[in-house]
């Protein structure tokens, strides 16, 4: 029982210490995980989508952009339908989240 007690205090003493360590250390996060991918060149820019969808039923144009919230580093796709005539927006849907990967140096 012990030696059970001992190990579990081992391992939260280990956890504690990385925890430590990749908070305080500047680039030790970028050394070991690696660094997150770039960000597309087309950030904050609305285009026009030509994918599938309901827009051409519905006589809207589907637009697309990728927004990045610098105060919490998210990257999320944000779609919105906009009328052809009068380039009224007529719904937009939620945001969704993209994941970026990292990238070992």
């Known amino acids: 029982m012990f030696y059970l007690f001992l190990v579990l205090v081992g391992i939260a003493g280990i956890g504690i210490y990385v925890l430590f360590i990749f908070n305080l250390v ?3 996060q970028q050394e ?3 660094v997150l991918e770039p960000l597309p060149e087309d950030v904050g820019k609305w285009k026009p989508d030509d994918g599938t969808g309901s827009s051409g039923s519905d006589g809207l144009l589907r637009e697309t952009r990728h927004y990045f919230y610098e105060a919490t580093g998210k990257l999320v796709l944000q779609v919105r339908y906009k009328n052809r005539e009068t380039g009224e ?5 939620a945001d969704e989240p993209v994941k970026r990967r990292r990238i070992r140096v």
């Open 26 to 28: 500047p680039g030790v």
């Open 32 to 34: 070991r995980l690696g």
């Open 89 to 93: 927006i007529v719904r937009v849907e």
